[in-house]
């Protein structure tokens, strides 16, 4: 199987995102409820060992908003996923609960870990979660506890970059494609509208498009110019691929 990575990984030099190229060979793969096939587990696809094998959890600390929604129940009891793609995850609690949800899924979770503009506001108390040390957010180490703890260490792979930045990785792997996409990142509108013009394309035919906070004013806007036929289900909303 053939997949596409950065330079650090490979010299050949003619990928349309980024110029470095590279081959994986792996025994282990398994097809989504479509047809596309993914190479098991995940961070093969992203690194030379697993972040999470030696990783030591510290913290257990849970925290986050409407992390166990009926919407997410009512979504995967049906589809069976074998792949959920997660933008925006914070302390891990929504990505463990599909992952319980969902026992045969394997999931990416794609997040900077350095917080948005208003978790970043000094008086905003949630900023105390970012666990800046000299300036610089430890966030990410809460999330890798938490999976570490809940979870485990294969079936959630991290991918610490900006939502842009993964979307491009993920277009060099062949006909990548989720069972379920799960939008949850920044609330400004221009930020979720290229999330979901970034995303759309990876969910399969059958598969859903979940989108967290319909509720905020730019997210409602972004997602109704996108998908009329959007189903508001709560504080998210639902689409699902023809």
């Known amino acids: 199987m053939r997949v596409y990575g950065s330079p650090l990984l490979g010299i050949e030099h003619n990928s349309p995102c980024w110029p470095g190229r590279f081959d994986i060979q792996t025994s282990l793969s398994a097809r989504t409820s479509g047809e596309s096939v993914i ?12 972040p999470l094998e030696t990783f030591e959890p510290d913290s257990d600390d849970m925290q986050g908003w409407n992390s166990d929604s009926p919407v997410f129940e009512a979504v995967l009891r049906d589809l069976n996923p ?6 925006g995850s914070w302390k891990g ?3 463990i ?26 008086h905003n108390p949630i900023s ?5 040390w000299h300036g610089w957010p430890h966030l990410y180490y809460t999330f890798a506890s938490n999976v570490v703890r809940h979870v485990g260490r294969e079936r959630i792979c991290p991918l610490a970059a900006p939502s842009t930045v993964a979307a491009c990785l993920l277009r060099r792997l062949p006909d990548f494609q989720a069972d379920v996409i799960y939008i949850d990142g920044s609330h400004e509108y221009a930020d979720v509208a290229r999330d979901l013009d970034d995303y759309w394309p990876f969910v399969r035919p059958g598969g859903f498009l979940i989108a967290d906070d319909y509720n905020f004013t730019d ?10 036929q959007a189903r508001a289900v709560y504080e998210k909303c639902t689409v699902r691929k023809d």
């Open 97 to 122: 609960h599909m992952a319980k949800l969902a026992p045969e899924a394997h999931m990416l979770c794609i997040d900077t870990w350095l917080g948005s503009p208003e978790m970043l506001d000094p």
């Open 128 to 132: 105390d979660s970012l666990r800046r």
């Open 93 to 95: 609690a929504s990505a």
């Open 39 to 50: 190479t098991l587990p995940l961070w093969h696809l992203f690194y030379r060992a697993n």
């Open 82 to 87: 074998r792949l959920i793609v997660e933008v």
């Open 219 to 228: 997210v409602r806007r972004a997602v109704d110019e996108r998908f009329p």
